[in-house]
């Protein structure tokens, strides 16, 4: 088990562009969850996969933002026409729910993609 | 959801306890207390978690008051290791299982 990994762990964008993170979540585990952390702040929850669907979004995601999540395994998390503002630390979690709606699950996170806008 | 209150920061010595508390006063019947902490450019780490009785594993110790409404994450002897950010958030049994952070308390863990 090595572990939730993100790639890139760096990038630096130029405003207006594209760009797109991948997770690798913990094998097996059935739950995924974006978050974006800023400077001197607690992370803040962005959406939620139950293995490949989408069950929420959170207002923070703009349209500009999209995940996806194929075949419930990896996630890709892509921001369209970057703005200053997107700069963050862009963090991703996995965990395994044996039952539904207890929320007692562990999430594992990981190193996180920390992205500049120029 | 229900919000957490914390003291942004603390200081203890090293391996001496630190008590980190948390107040819930509007926590329902069915969230769960959830404890994590950051360590300096990682992703959080999950501590602890309970619902209404004390728990405690190899990291760290909880303890819930009788109302609920507060409680504390005990580490027994803090070492260099423990300087970080830790979060108490609350989790609504039957929703997606989102972490709602909030500032969190950073403690700082002198030699």
């Known amino acids: 088990d090595t572990g939730v990994s993100q790639n890139p762990r760096h990038k630096i964008t130029k405003r207006g562009q594209n760009v797109t993170f991948r997770c690798d979540p913990i094998?097996?585990?059935?739950?995924l969850y974006w978050y974006r952390q800023t400077l001197g702040q607690g992370p803040e929850f962005l959406t939620y996969?139950?293995?490949?669907?989408?069950?929420?979004k959170s207002r923070l995601l703009s349209d500009r933002f999209s995940a996806e999540r194929p075949k419930g395994s990896f996630s890709t998390l892509e921001i369209q026409r970057t703005e200053q503002g997107d700069s963050a630390m862009y963090l991703c979690?996995?965990?395994?729910?044996?039952?539904?709606?207890?929320?007692?699950?562990?999430?594992?996170f990981g190193p996180g993609t920390r992205l500049t806008v120029l | 959801d229900a919000k957490t209150t914390q003291p942004n920061s603390m200081e203890s010595n090293e391996e001496e306890p630190v008590h980190l508390p948390c107040n819930h006063s509007?926590?329902?019947?069915?969230?769960?207390i959830h404890w994590y902490r950051q360590l300096p450019s990682q992703g959080p780490e999950y501590v602890i978690h309970?619902?209404?009785s004390n728990v405690n594993n190899r990291m760290a110790s909880l303890a819930i008051a009788e109302d609920r409404k507060s409680s504390t994450l005990i580490l027994h002897r803090a070492t260099l290791r423990d300087a970080a950010v830790y979060y108490c958030?609350?989790?609504?049994?039957?929703?997606?299982?989102?972490?709602?952070f909030g500032q969190g308390t950073t403690l700082q863990v002198k030699p």
């Open positions: 979690a996995s965990s395994f729910d044996f039952v539904t709606g207890t929320s007692t699950d562990t999430q594992y």
């Open positions: 094998s097996e585990h059935n739950r």
């Open positions: 996969f139950q293995n490949e669907a989408q069950l929420e």
């Open positions: 509007t926590i329902s019947g069915t969230d769960y």
């Open positions: 309970g619902l209404t």
């Open positions: 958030i609350l989790r609504r049994s039957g929703n997606t299982g989102k972490l709602i």
